[in-house]
C-alpha cells in the first residue's frame, strides 16, 4: 500500500492506494487525528509533499514503523490531473511516490 499526503496548517488530506493502484480511501483529517490514523495503517510507502513542516512529519510517520519519502513540487505537478485541491494533490503525490 502506498500513501500520499497533503499537509495544510490544521487540515490533511490523506490518499491511499493497493499494489495495483485500487484507491483503497481518500480522508481528510485534522492534525490531532494524523497520528492515531496512521498507527492503524500497515506499514506503508507515504510520499509527503516538500514543506516547512514536512521533516517534523516524516520522523513522527518513520517511527511509527511507516517509510516516508519527501517529495519536491516539481515532482508532484506533472501527475496533477484535474483542478488543483489537496484531494487531487494527495492523489497526484501517491502517484509521484510510486514514480520516484
Avoid at 502506498?2 to 492534525?31: I, M, P, T, Y
Avoid at 490514523?37 to 516524516?58: N, R, T, Y
Wanted: with cysteine.
Amino acid at each position: 500500500m502506498r500513501s500520499g499526503w497533503r499537509n495544510r496548517s490544521s487540515v490533511f488530506q490523506v490518499h491511499c492506494v493497493d499494489a495495483e493502484g485500487k484507491v483503497l480511501l481518500r480522508r481528510q483529517l485534522r492534525r490531532r487525528y494524523v497520528l492515531a490514523f496512521f498507527q492503524k495503517l500497515p506499514p506503508c510507502l507515504v510520499g509527503i509533499e516538500g514543506c516547512a513542516s514536512s521533516h517534523h512529519w516524516s520522523r513522527e510517520l518513520q517511527a511509527l514503523g511507516h517509510t516516508v519519502r519527501l517529495m519536491p513540487p516539481a515532482y508532484v505537478k506533472p501527475y496533477v490531473k484535474r483542478h488543483k485541491n489537496d484531494a487531487t494533490d494527495a492523489e497526484a503525490i501517491c502517484e509521484a511516490v510510486k514514480a520516484h
